[in-house]
């Protein structure tokens, strides 16, 4: 096993991108948020865009997951879309790259996508939102897959991580990254149990916007007067 895969077996990943846009959405804040992750238990960091990747790397040796968000017209997919993408991750010194592998519009296959990462010597992340994208990912030659997108490639977003989908896929036997929703340590325990390989939990622990606003639609709610649980 590759030897930054085998580094985040069975541990916690943070996913360091904070809100587009938002007060945090600086590269200094993106390398304060994986070095306080990385500091406190973490084993390895999920990074967005090729000079976050680079500024990471510059300040810890610790197993990065790096992928590029752009938007391109007359395509579905976002994550890591382009050869080019996948160029300036390695460029930046990503040791994982993260790439969309669902059945969906895009510019490039998924086969030249993983195979080029391969070639560079990198880790192939397939992020996908179904078992027969899972299937179909280890069959092209993904080195790992995440439950990444469940839930956000149509319809209404679920409130909570996909465990089904979790359960399901690492019965194929490749290892499976837990991704998307995760948002309490019982979670993370719960997609262990699972089968997963590692956890990825972003919001949760990287971006307050979404923290806070949890706890203020929850105050807010009208049953927030009532006798509360004790916990």
């Known amino acids: 096993m590759n030897p930054a895969l085998a580094q985040i077996s069975g541990s916690l990943v943070v996913s360091c991108q904070p809100v587009p846009g938002g007060p945090l959405d600086r590269t200094e804040f993106v390398v304060a948020f994986a070095l306080a992750a990385l500091s ?22 610790a197993p990065i997951i790096g992928l590029i ?33 669902t059945m969906r519009p895009r510019p490039t296959p998924v086969r030249s996508l993983c195979a080029a990462i391969r070639r560079a010597g990198r880790i192939a992340m397939a992020d996908i939102a179904t078992v027969d994208e899972a299937r179909a990912a280890f069959a ?62 972003g919001s949760a622990i990287t971006r307050p916007e979404h923290i806070t606003r949890w706890f203020a639609d929850a105050i807010a709610r009208p049953s927030a007067g009532r006798t509360a649980d004790i916990a």
Request: aromatic content about 4%; hydrophobic content about 50%; proline content about 5%.
């Open 40 to 61: 406190s238990g973490a084993k390895g960091v999920r990074i967005e865009g090729s000079a976050n990747v680079a500024a990471v790397r510059a300040a810890t040796k």
């Open 140 to 201: 092209f030659g993904a080195d790992v897959v995440g439950t990444t997108l469940s839930g956000y490639i149509g319809g209404p977003e679920p409130e909570g991580p996909d465990f089904n989908l979790l359960a399901r896929v690492a019965k194929i036997g490749g290892p499976v990254i837990a991704e998307g929703r995760i948002h309490a340590p019982g979670q993370a325990a719960t997609a262990m149990r699972n089968g997963a390989f590692a956890i990825v939990v």
């Open 69 to 101: 968000k752009r938007d391109i017209a007359g395509a579905g997919v976002r994550i890591t879309p382009g050869l080019m993408d996948v160029d300036a991750l390695v460029a930046a010194g990503a040791d994982m790259i993260a790439f969309d592998a």
